[in-house]
Nanobody, 123 residues
Framework: QVQLVESGGGSVQAGGSLRLSCAAS????????MGWFRQAPGKEREGVAI???????SYADSVKGRFTISKDGAESTLYLQMDSLKPEDTAMYYC?????????????????WGQGTQVTVSS
């Protein structure tokens, strides 16, 4: 059974940093497309960053140069390093995965989802 569990969210001031983690069980990240998504109140869920089987990454324009997605050597944990945080980054952040080679920021592509971790950035 696939399980994705996020952690690392919290409250920070603008300009600060947070590192989100996603622990995966029942799943091999090396064969998966993995991604981070976020959803702010009243808004649709949007893609933030993805990493494919080969380790290639892609980011939403709004976070390029500030966020970094990675996975560990054992490939059981996904990370999102978030620097220079802005109030508009405030949202619930979700980890997601799908076992396919094609890897994009499309929400509809992903099959497995975590429960989310809240990130709040104050000005």
């Amino acid at each position: 059974q696939v399980q994705l569990v996020e952690s690392g969210g919290g409250s920070v001031q603008a300009g600060g940093s947070l590192r989100l983690s996603c622990a995966a069980s029942g799943y091999t990240l090396s064969r998966a497309c993995m991604g981070w998504f976020r959803q702010a109140p009243g808004k649709e869920r949007e893609g933030v960053a993805i990493i494919d089987r080969a380790g290639r990454t892609s980011y939403a324009d709004s976070v390029k140069g500030r966020f970094t997605i990675s996975k560990d050597g054992a490939e059981s944990t996904l990370y999102l390093q978030m620097d220079s945080l802005k109030p508009e980054d405030t949202a619930m952040y979700y980890c997601a995965s799908v076992s396919r080679a094609v890897c994009t920021l499309s929400v509809g592509l992903f099959v497995f989802w975590g429960q989310g971790t809240q990130v709040t950035v104050s000005s």
